[in-house]
């Protein structure tokens, strides 16, 4: 292309103290062009964005708009030239509406009238789902990252970027962001898009730059390359991205869940009637649309949600009523990584040790806590999980990567040798490179005979990884499938309330 | 009934000084900012503006000056705690203890004087035609001094600017989440600056009230801890400024409930009547926090802010 790039970012440097986040990166995008960034958790594409967005100052390089040298010194220089940014971690005020959102930040006195009219005309245009007299607090995920854009093209975004948009979305909704995304190609903007999803990066983008450790290592037309060479290039040596489900066979029933009903706030059911169990050695997955009984699900197993009715067995023992404490002490573990990542789990202003010390000091004995061990373990979680920090201990977590803060939750509720691991979204937000890890991680587990709850959103990875699929709907079980037969097609009918005894060709391995 | 209505009206006087710094309270909170220096600045703006009072015998200078003075007080704590990022309560702290000091030093030559008799005047009752006749309302609300009248302006402007402005939903944008704000191009620390500013004029206010109108003298320690009860007064009014005139009046009345009751007749221990304000004070918040969502207040309340930082 011989036109001058829309932005060009040459030579960046950026610093948090001894950490380099950006080393001399070079970055740029044209008009009607969507282009990808990539890169491993902690590489630097969110600081690089956040340059962009004049939320960082760089401590050197320059950025070109059109060719021209602009410095940005707060975010309002950033949208007066056409740059909106939707953040990793949305910035969005919990108790106001959608509509005081999208005004925020205007200038002028009074609250101009109309205005509602124009930012319903806009979300119409683009397609966009929101309802402007709805509290923030009100919304799921999906209904905020659409308030996000909705904001960003309010204030007259030409250049969209959009960090890790598709983490916490559901397929629906993840269809509806790239159509959005096609429309503002279309009108000549130029989208930045960041997601650890391969797919996805390989189906919406036209371009792509790889970021590795804070450098750019190269960019490269979508389609001339392939999601082998985007990992590879990304680590930096050839990786292995089969999944392997391990064969062994199935050790004895160690929980046996029986008609578990359990209510929603509002008193209507989350989970009605849902029985199972799960084996030593096994893998089982849940597989459903985001919100059909999976949190809850995991909650009451970990006996952190009220029970109504029916019974949690382990080794034949009730477990309805006993406290979070009692379960785990009896080995069942349960990471959950929740939408809001950093909302649960983590103190983010503790450092990796004293995060391990939340979990260990309950095993300890005596008044004072030996912090040894805890040491040595996060070391251990450091070097298995490849966490990008420059100190387990004195580097308060908030400051790491999104994706290296969720490898601690991770690694400390692996590290606990549970007998039974439920384990809800682990990959969520994870780069590729992780996520492996991670699935070598519950083969692992299940290898030593522990029984894996594995609630999860790819069904290509439920679908390669487990033994068993699980498919909740509305909070009902409509079936469990054998996961070497299943196929995406027959879960996803399943998922949207199809029993799998009405499936013809479905190999049901356990009626409910 | 007499009784009542001398009540209630003396309880609405009695109420403006936190009225005023409550309000002020509430801006500083709306800015994210938990300021404990409303004591200190009240009592800045009460020695300031009686000794200018006493010097120019002019009401709107006097007035003037006082919320100049606790908005300097504000200025220490804004560059404090926004620019250099100090610990909030560390510095309210420091600052009603600094604002005593100093109303003590300035105050040593003049105690005991009284206010010239132009400035009584310009702070005498004026009755609001028709509104004044309005039987008990008219008695306890409009028969009142200026400054009280200046009072429900404010409230109710202060509401406004609030919740109607773009400048307020700025500013409360800022007390939930100033990231948000700073990146939709709020620019925080100027609002910030303005808003603890602000605040600080209106506890200086507050302070000029009971030195100029209320007690007409000056003595030591004149604020005699009303600031604390604003401060927690203005979680009693759960941030909202109209809610001030309930709860400003409300314990401006349990403040004079004790000479009250004696001077008709009832004998209760004056201790426990000074107590009063203080325990409803407990009671109401432990009341309050029950319903967490009432009592939740801006989010990033006493967080200092720092863009870079995560
Ligand atoms: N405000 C900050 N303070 C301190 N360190 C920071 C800050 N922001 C980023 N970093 C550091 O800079 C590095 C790059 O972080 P960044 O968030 O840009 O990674 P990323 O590529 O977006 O990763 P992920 O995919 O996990 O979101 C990390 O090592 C992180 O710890
Ligand atoms: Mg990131």
């Known amino acids: 292309m011989d036109q001058v790039a829309y932005i060009s970012m040459k030579n960046i440097v950026k610093t948090f103290g001894k950490v380099v986040a950006s080393n001399h990166v070079n970055f740029s995008v044209h008009k009607g062009e969507i282009h990808a960034l990539l890169g491993e958790n902690g590489a630097g594409k969110s600081t690089l964005m956040n340059m962009l967005s004049g939320i960082y100052l760089p401590d050197g390089g320059s950025i070109f708009i059109e060719g021209k040298e602009v410095h940005f010194s707060a975010p309002k220089d950033s949208i007066a030239a056409g740059i909106g940014m939707v953040h990793q971690h949305f910035k969005l005020i919990d108790v106001m509406t959608a509509e005081e959102n999208v005004i925020l930040g205007k200038k002028g006195l009074f609250f101009r009238k109309g205005e509602s009219r124009k930012i319903d005309a806009l979300a119409k245009q683009f397609e966009l789902d929101v309802d402007l007299h709805k509290k923030v607090s009100d919304m799921s995920v999906g209904e905020k990252q659409n308030l996000e854009i909705l904001k960003v093209l309010y204030q007259g975004a030409r250049i969209l970027i959009l960090d890790e948009p598709t983490a916490v979305l559901t397929p629906q909704e993840t269809r509806k962001l790239f159509a959005i995304m096609r429309k503002m190609k279309a009108e000549g903007c130029a989208v930045i898009f960041i997601s650890h999803k391969m797919n996805e990066v390989m189906e919406i983008t036209d371009k792509i730059t790889v970021l590795r450790k804070g450098e750019t290592i190269q960019t490269l037309n979508t389609a001339e390359t392939t999601p082998k060479q985007l990992t590879d290039l990304m680590v930096g040596r050839a990786v292995d991205l089969t999944i392997e489900r391990l064969e062994q066979p199935a050790g004895p029933e160690l929980v046996q869940v029986q008609g578990l009903t359990v209510l929603k706030r509002e008193g209507t059911p989350a989970l009605q009637n849902v029985s199972f169990a799960m084996r030593g050695g096994e893998i089982l997955s849940v597989a459903g649309i985001a919100g059909s009984g999976q949190k809850e699900l995991c909650e009451a197993l970990a006996g952190l949600q009220k029970v109504k009715e029916g019974k949690i067995l382990f080794q034949g023992e009730d477990l309805v009523g006993q406290s979070p404490k009692e379960i785990r002490r009896r080995g069942i573990s349960m990471s959950f990584v929740p939408e809001d990542r950093l909302g649960m789990g983590l103190v983010g ?34 070097e298995k999980l490849e966490i990008a920090t420059p100190g387990i201990s004195k580097y308060p977590v908030k400051n790491l990567s999104g994706g290296n803060i969720q ?71 409509t079936g469990i499938v054998d996961a070497r037969t299943a196929t995406k097609e027959q879960i996803g009918l399943m998922m949207m309330g199809q029993k799998a005894t009405e499936l013809e060709g479905t190999a049901v391995v356990e009626n409910c | 009934m007499d009784w009542w209505i001398s009540f209630f009206s003396a309880a609405v006087v009695a109420g403006t000084p936190l009225l005023f710094a409550t309000l002020g309270g509430i801006f500083n909170e709306r800015a994210g900012h938990m300021n404990l220096g409303v004591e200190g600045m009240m009592i800045m703006g009460a020695v300031v503006g009686f000794s200018v009072a006493l010097a120019t015998s002019n009401a709107v200078a006097a007035m003037l000056t006082a919320a100049i003075a606790g908005a300097l007080g504000a200025l220490i704590y804004a560059v404090l705690t926004v620019t250099l990022r100090a610990n909030q309560v560390v510095t309210g702290l420091t600052l009603t203890i600094f604002g005593t000091g100093f109303a003590n030093f300035l105050g040593q030559s003049i105690v005991g004087q009284s206010t010239p008799a132009a400035i009584k005047a310009f702070f005498s009752n004026i009755s609001i035609p028709v509104l004044s006749q309005i039987p008990v309302l008219g008695p306890v609300f409009f028969q009142k001094d200026i400054f009280i009248y200046f009072g429900y302006v404010l409230v109710i402007l202060s509401g406004l600017y609030l919740y109607k402005t773009q400048i307020g939903l700025n500013l409360r944008a800022i007390g939930e989440n100033p990231s948000a704000a700073d990146a939709a191009s709020v620019p925080v620390t100027l609002y910030k600056y303005v808003h603890l500013l602000w605040g600080g004029a209106l506890c200086g206010l507050g302070g000029a009230y009971l030195s100029l109108v209320y007690v007409q003298s000056w003595q030591t320690s004149i604020t005699a801890g009303m600031g604390w009860i604003a401060v927690a007064l203005v979680i009693f009014s759960t941030w909202n400024p109209y809610k001030v005139f309930l709860s400003a009046y409300l314990f401006g009345g349990l403040s004079i409930l004790g000479f009250r009751l004696q001077s008709a007749g009832i004998h209760i221990s004056q201790h426990l009547l000074d107590m009063a304000p203080y325990l409803v004070t407990i009671l109401v918040l432990v009341v309050l926090s029950m319903d967490e969502r009432k009592s939740a207040g801006p989010k990033s309340l006493g967080i200092p802010y720092f863009r870079e930082e995560r």
């Open chain 1, 349 to 382: 202003g503790m450092d990796m040790v004293h995060n391990l010390l939340l979990k260990q000091y309950q095993d300890q004995k005596g008044f004072f806590l030996n912090k040894k061990p805890a040491v040595e373990k996060a070391a251990e979680i450091k």
């Open chain 1, 407 to 477: 490898k601690i939750l991770l690694g400390r509720e692996l590290d606990s040798d549970p007998e039974v691991l439920i384990t809800a979204y682990p990959v969520r937000g994870l780069d590729i490179n992780t996520c492996h890890k991670i699935y070598d991680l519950l083969n692992e587990e299940k290898k030593k005979g522990v029984a894996v709850l594995f609630i999860a959103e790819d069904l290509d990875v439920l679908l390669a990884l487990s033994d068993r699929i699980l498919v909740l709907a509305n909070g009902e079980v």
